[in-house]
């Protein structure tokens, strides 16, 4: 009974896993498209082709591997993506872009089909059953040379010419900073900065004081609470005043501990002074002095 109810588990699994990738790859929007590439981005051979932009608009990686792009509306498998290349998993939020050179061998992103400047251009990416439509665009006719059109919002808004062309990237890209614009229109001599600069520093000194002299009461009042306990084990008085002792005691403690450091070095200790090193004292050496002499002969 437990393996059977297992297998049922890993069924519904199975088709969970089916249905939330066919869902994923519904999401898949075609992005921007350039029909003209005279001076523009170029390919992995280094040619210059036509090209169709893709963009994964979910939160989910989506594998395109096995599903369809084409420029016929009756043909909807025109071109089918490879799968197991690992780079047709598109990461979310992210852009792919297939070349239409009409060259399908030579990759995964190259496709079986072109774009033609002079007509309306049909794209359309469909699913791996080849009939589920995902998304589909026609490209007005009179397109010039490296002006892309495309969303101008990534996976969203409407359809025009874009501003700039953005293989692979987003399609609004920002130039400006609007902070800095802003200071620059309402503050050009920068003087509501240094007061906002200058005021968050004292605050936060402010601050930094108020949290020490806090710190500072607090441990007083514990070395109070453990004198007291001291002095009730040993029977002791202690004064009320015990760790509250003023500056100036602390300032003659002070002076007091400098000059015994001070009187611990040597007036002289710039003049060096050399010891003649004396040899320890071995027996062994002493004996020589009971030898006899050696006879003098005559």
């Known amino acids: 009974m437990t393996n059977k109810r297992f297998g049922i588990f890993l069924l519904l699994l199975a088709?969970?896993?089916?249905?939330?990738?066919?869902?994923?790859?519904?999401?898949?929007?075609i992005n921007e498209v350039l029909v003209i590439n005279e001076d523009n981005f170029v390919d992995d051979y280094g040619m210059?082709?036509?090209?169709?932009?893709?963009?994964?608009?979910?939160?989910?990686?989506?594998?395109?591997?096995?599903?369809?792009?084409?420029?016929?509306?009756?043909?909807?498998?025109?071109?089918?993506?490879?799968?197991?290349?690992?780079?047709?998993?598109?990461?979310?939020?992210?852009?792919?872009?297939?070349?239409?050179?009409?060259?399908?061998?030579?990759?995964?992103?190259?496709?079986?089909?072109?774009?033609?400047?002079?007509?309306?251009?049909?794209i359309a990416l469909y699913d791996a059953d080849g009939k589920t439509l995902v998304d589909e665009i026609v490209i007005p006719a009179g397109q010039k040379p490296d002006v892309s059109y495309g969303l101008d919002m990534d996976g969203t808004g409407k359809w025009g010419i874009l501003p700039k062309v953005?293989?692979?990237?987003?399609?609004?890209?920002?130039?400006?900073?609007?902070?800095?614009?802003?200071?620059?229109?309402?503050?050009?001599?920068?003087?509501?900065?240094t007061i906002t600069a200058m005021a968050v520093v004292f605050i936060g000194l402010i601050v930094l004081y108020l949290v020490f002299k806090q710190i500072g009461k607090a441990?007083?009042?514990?070395s109070q609470r453990n004198a007291k306990k001291a002095a009730a084990a040993t029977g002791q008085t202690i004064s009320a005043n015990a760790g509250q002792e003023s500056g100036e005691i602390f300032a003659a403690i002070s002076m007091a501990l400098y000059e015994i450091s001070d009187d611990n070095h040597d007036i002289e200790?710039?003049?060096?002074?050399i010891r003649k090193v004396k040899r320890?004292?071995?027996?062994?050496s002493s004996k020589i002095y009971g030898l006899r002499q050696t006879p003098v002969k005559k």
């Open 15 to 29: 088709f969970f896993s089916l249905g939330a990738q066919a869902q994923l790859v519904t999401s898949m929007k």
């Open 48 to 122: 210059r082709h036509p090209w169709i932009e893709l963009f994964n608009n979910s939160a989910g990686t989506v594998d395109l591997g096995g599903c369809y792009l084409t420029n016929e509306k009756d043909n909807p498998t025109k071109y089918m993506i490879p799968k197991g290349d690992v780079l047709t998993k598109i990461p979310p939020y992210q852009h792919t872009l297939f070349w239409a050179d009409n060259q399908k061998d030579r990759g995964t992103f190259h496709l079986n089909f072109t774009l033609d400047p002079n007509k309306d251009n049909y």
């Open 280 to 284: 320890s004292y071995s027996p062994w």
């Open 219 to 222: 441990a007083i009042h514990a």
């Open 269 to 273: 200790n710039t003049v060096l002074t």
């Open 166 to 193: 953005t293989p692979s990237t987003n399609n609004v890209t920002l130039d400006t900073n609007e902070k800095i614009e802003n200071f620059q229109e309402n503050d050009s001599w920068g003087v509501g900065m």
